[in-house]
């Protein structure tokens, strides 16, 4: 069995984040202080490409690489963006690291400032995180006292300085071209790329975006060095990966677990199994851009590239678990009306697209299709795809396609034989009323909000099913388990 | 500060001067190519001292910065954190993100809608409640989680929603009290 292994939350929970005592005693700012006077700014660019370090906010773009292009620009003013916007509605691991670990976010941010040759760094937060917009106002004010930040930090030439910049409420702006639009006051409408943020990103100026968990693995492979980094995960992804594990598993919360662990291992080991002794259908990672992982691929390795082959993703950490009792057309559901409240609306594949997809969906929830619809789903999905301007359209028909690809029977059995095997989707379920188990008692019939049950008292009662709205007021009331559903 | 009482209609002077010394406190400059990106922080600003962003306010804003109304406008309707109508005293909130909707956040919502009779981003008749959905608050592993001001419930079913609006009322009577 394999452990979890601690790099990005190192920290967290074992050294107090609001003292920068605890933090330097815990090496904190030893890499700083290695970058600075032993190192050149091209020598820690190497170090970091050599890593093999991906980046942690979904697309794992490698981070050298990123940091290469910005260093390479010739500008009088270049920005270190720290993406802190984390969007996707299920996770939290870039909160827990800025309110758990927060100088070693301000550290790692003045090292890219230092080999890109950048003297301003801001973190664009979202507003609804203020325990760790107060930790970061503080960290920051006294790593100036202390000469980690500043003017001519530590007594060099190099100088940096870190504000905050505030989200509100768009998860689109997550998104980098889009997040820098909102720090320059604007909608946070996405942009084509390229050209990319490295050559012209934020007023203009070459830019580097990278997210929290990126950041927190900065300082620790400086220290250790990149074979030490490479010697943790697997060859195309090295590292470990935070996931906020979630849904119907024993043990929720936060994981680090290092690339190339089974789903298998995380599951049954750390996660402790499914609650209630329920039996598992899928996870899904990757959020509203993902994909559900299921039975047949829990012993597939966990890393960028194989999640991607399985019509899932990495994405930011997000990782449901779910059961038995979940329909995946409506959870499919749940992340189409999350996009479609999230579109920015520029582009019309993904603003007109996604409703029209949800509306086939709602047909298949309801009863309403016919199995012509699985083709239009599946053209409507392509169609979005291509021709959507940022990730966001992009990926948003993931979730239909990769539950259509793993659970095509459920959709079946929606459409065919007007049944939801979850009993979720409301309009395919159907209550009645076991002869041999009513006693007349007539608790039904009087909580019953449209009045469809008849009966007379001591009597077996009856539900008119043309009437009956599916509530499921009658079935909770039942005393004598005498209504079942179907 | 005549151009602070130019606009004043209907809410109190003093917040309009709250907000008017939290722009002077950033030192903008007018000229400044780049003035636009403090207009985001100075709504949040706003929003927390009038609690929502009615035109009277938008248009204090975009004089101030300097910037049009339309734009101002523009960015507030773009973003879900900005309201321009004014919230319940108490405010309920359902969070509906992945982890809570997977353990039944949606019948929770629905329970409180139908005890409100509100809709999700309603308010009360009375001004008294109002109901929103959040996404994720970080506590997935009390998932369903419903927020009220500060206060966390977790683990929430809908039977459980008639205690927690009997905590609502409570807060709401108490509110009007310390009025
Ligand atoms: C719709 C959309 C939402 C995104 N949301 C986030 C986010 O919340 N946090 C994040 O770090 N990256 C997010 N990204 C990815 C960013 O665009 C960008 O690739 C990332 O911040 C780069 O950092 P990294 O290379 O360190 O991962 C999002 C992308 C898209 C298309
Ligand atoms: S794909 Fe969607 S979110 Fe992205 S630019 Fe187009 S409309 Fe906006
Ligand atoms: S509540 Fe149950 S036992 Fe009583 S009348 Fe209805 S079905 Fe029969
Ligand atoms: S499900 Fe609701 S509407 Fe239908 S019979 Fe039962 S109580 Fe009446
Ligand atoms: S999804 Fe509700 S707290 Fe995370």
Redesign the interface.
Same mark, same amino acid.
């Given at each position: 069995m394999v452990k979890q292994v601690r790099i990005a939350l190192r920290n967290c929970g074992r050294v107090n984040p609001e003292s920068i005592e605890d933090y330097i005693n815990a090496r904190g700012y030893e890499a700083l202080v290695t970058c600075l006077f032993d190192k050149k700014p091209a020598d820690v660019i190497n170090i970091i490409t050599e890593s093999g370090l991906r980046g942690r906010g979904g697309g794992g773009f490698p981070t050298g690489i990123k940091w290469k292009a910005a260093a390479a620009e010739v500008s009088d003013e270049k920005f270190i963006i720290c993406n802190a916007d984390e969007?996707?509605? +299920? /996770?939290?691991m870039d909160?827990?690291v800025l309110e758990g670990d927060t100088h070693s976010v301000l550290e790692a941010m003045t090292i890219a400032g230092y080999s890109v040759g950048a003297d301003k760094g801001i973190i664009y937060i979202r507003?609804?995180y203020p325990l760790a917009i107060e930790r970061i106002k503080k960290a920051i004010e006294i790593s100036k006292e202390y000469g980690f930040l500043g003017k001519n930090i530590l007594g060099t030439e190099f100088s940096f300085d870190i504000e905050l910049?505030?989200?509100? +409420? /768009?998860f689109v702006c997550g998104e980098e071209t889009a997040l820098i639009a909102?720090?320059?006051?604007?909608?946070?409408?996405p942009v084509v790329k390229p050209p990319y943020p490295a050559q012209k990103g934020l007023?203009g100026k070459p830019t580097i975006v990278n997210n929290v968990e990126t950041f927190a693995n900065i300082c620790p492979i400086i220290l250790n060095g990149k074979d030490w980094f490479r010697s943790i995960g697997t060859q195309k992804s090295p590292g470990t990966k935070v996931f906020?594990l979630?849904?119907?598993i024993n043990n929720?919360?936060l994981i680090e677990i290092p690339m190339g662990m089974t789903l298998r291992n995380v599951i049954d080991n750390i996660g402790g199994g499914i609650r209630d002794g329920k039996e598992f259908k899928a996870v899904?990672t990757g959020?509203p851009s993902g994909g559900c992982i299921t039975r047949e691929n829990l012993d597939t390795p966990i890393d960028y590239d194989n999640l991607l082959s399985i019509g899932s993703m990495m994405g930011s950490g997000?990782m449901?678990?779910?059961d038995e009792d979940?329909c995946m057309v409506n959870?499919a559901k749940?992340?189409l009306e999350?996009t479609i409240d999230e579109s920015?609306g520029k582009c019309a594949p993904c603003r007109v697209g996604n409703k029209r997809l949800l509306e086939l969906l709602e047909k298949v929830t309801n009863g309403q299709a016919t199995e012509e619809i699985i083709p239009q789903i599946e053209q409507l999905c392509a169609t979005i795809k291509k021709a959507s301007l940022c990730g966001l359209g992009q990926t948003s028909p993931n979730p239909v396609l990769s539950t259509l690809r793993y659970f095509r029977n459920e959709y079946d059995e929606h459409i065919k034989d007007k049944k939801c095997r979850s009993k979720v989707c409301k309009a395919l379920l159907k209550y009645e009323i076991v002869p041999d188990k009513c006693n007349g008692c007539t608790r039904c019939a009087r909580s019953c909000p449209v009045q469809c049950i008849s009966g007379k008292v001591k009597e077996v009662h009856t539900i008119d099913q043309k009437a009956c709205i599916k509530c499921g007021v009658c079935y909770t009331n039942c005393k004598f388990n005498a209504i079942i559903v179907s | 500060m005549s151009e602070v009482t130019e606009y004043k209609k209907i809410l109190p002077e003093e917040l309009y001067r709250k907000l008017d010394s939290f722009v002077e406190d950033l030192g903008i400059d007018s000229k400044d190519p780049r003035k636009k990106g403090y207009l985001i922080q100075v709504l949040h600003k706003a929003q927390s001292l009038f609690g929502y962003l009615p035109e009277e306010v938008q248009k204090f804003v975009a004089r101030k910065l300097g910037v049009c109304h339309s734009e101002v406008s523009g960015v507030i309707s773009f973003y879900n954190f900005f309201t321009t109508l004014p919230k319940g005293k108490v405010n309920i909130s359902i969070c509906m993100g992945t982890a809570c909707f997977v353990r039944g956040s949606e019948k929770v919502l629905k329970e409180f809608e139908n005890f409100l009779h509100i809709k999700s981003g309603g308010v009360t008749s009375d001004g008294k409640f109002s109901l929103d959905v959040l996404r994720c608050v970080g506590a997935c592993g009390l998932a369903p989680v419903v927020m009220v001001g500060d206060r966390v419930y977790g683990n929430v079913n809908p039977k459980m929603v008639g205690d927690i609006m009997t905590d609502c009322i409570k807060l709401a009577n108490s509110m009007e009290e310390n009025k």
């Open positions: 969007g996707d509605p +299920g /996770a939290f909160r827990a507003a609804e910049k505030y989200g509100a +409420g /768009a909102s720090i320059e006051g604007k909608r946070g409408e007023w906020a979630a849904g119907k929720v919360g899904q959020g997000g449901i678990v779910m979940d959870f749940f992340f999350f920015c | -």
